[in-house]
T-cell receptor, first 115, second 109 residues
Framework: DADVTQTPRNRITKTGKRIMLECSQTKGHDRMYWYRQDPGLGLRLIYYSFDVKDINKGEISDGYSVSRQAQAKFSLSLESAIPNQTALYFC??????????????FGPGTRLTVT | GQNIDQPTEMTATEGAIVQINCTYQTSGFNGLFWYQQHAGEAPTFLSYNVLDGLEEKGRFSSFLSRSKGYSYLLLKELQMKDSASYLCASGAGSYQLTFGKGTKLSVIP
């Protein structure tokens, strides 16, 4: 079974709709991240969380919100989707205190299309 | 900031050696990562350098020079399956990674 899972894997939605992307992990990691990836722009950090009570904005948080419901779950919401939010979204996790404390493990990605 | 610069695309021949370079800003630096990403898939960890020098792992090696803000990934005995994007990422404070835009490597017969 995958250590980091994302649902849905693909989603097509209309402009103005609210949508939630979910991420779950069984790695026992305390840190979780949401990125988006666009052709030619690389991976950009949207939000990150170091534990259940900690939420931080990343490079491109406008238009997004997150919820850390439990250590293992981190959700990303688009309150009112717009076409330029069409992208590949990745969830990632990492653990405090390991030798590679920065190493991040990625979920399989969610391909979101906003029409 | 941790601006990362790496070439956009490279092409190399099966069986050959290719070097992918990466430069980064050195302020607050805490380590340099390389990830491999096949099209439409998740990035997967390749290597981590925090000290100067060369780290070898099978066909892949990674080099770091902290004073120069420079790293490279060396791929030997290229195989067709090595066709992928290679992402350079710099670690800074708060355990965040800043990723470069990636280098798309095409391996040709």
């Amino acid at each position: 079974d995958a250590d980091v899972t994302q649902t849905p894997r693909n989603r097509i939605t209309k402009t103005g709709k609210r949508i939630m992307l979910e991420c779950s992990q069984t790695k026992g990691h305390d840190r979780m991240y949401w990125y988006r990836q666009d052709p030619g722009l690389g991976l950009r950090l949207i939000y990150y969380s170091f534990d259940v009570k900690d939420i931080n904005k990343g490079e491109i948080s406008d238009g997004y919100s997150v919820s850390r419901q439990a250590q293992a779950k981190f959700s990303l919401s688009l309150e009112s989707a717009i076409p330029n939010q069409t992208a590949l979204y990745f969830c990632a996790t990492s653990a405090t205190g390991q030798s590679f404390s920065y190493e991040q493990y990625f979920g399989p990605g969610t391909r979101l299309t906003v029409t | 900031g941790q601006n990362i610069d790496q070439p956009t695309e490279m092409t190399a021949t099966e069986g050959a050696i290719v070097q992918i370079n990466c430069t980064y800003q050195t302020s607050g630096f805490n380590g340099l990562f390389w990830y491999q990403q096949h099209a439409g898939e998740a990035p997967t960890f390749l290597s981590y350098n925090v000290l100067d020098g060369l780290e070898e792992k099978g066909r892949f090696s990674s080099f770091l020079s902290r004073s120069k803000g420079y790293s490279y990934l060396l791929l030997k005995e290229l195989q067709m399956k090595d066709s992928a994007s290679y992402l350079c990422a710099s670690g800074a404070g708060s355990y965040q990674l800043t990723f470069g835009k990636g280098t798309k490597l095409s391996v040709i017969p």
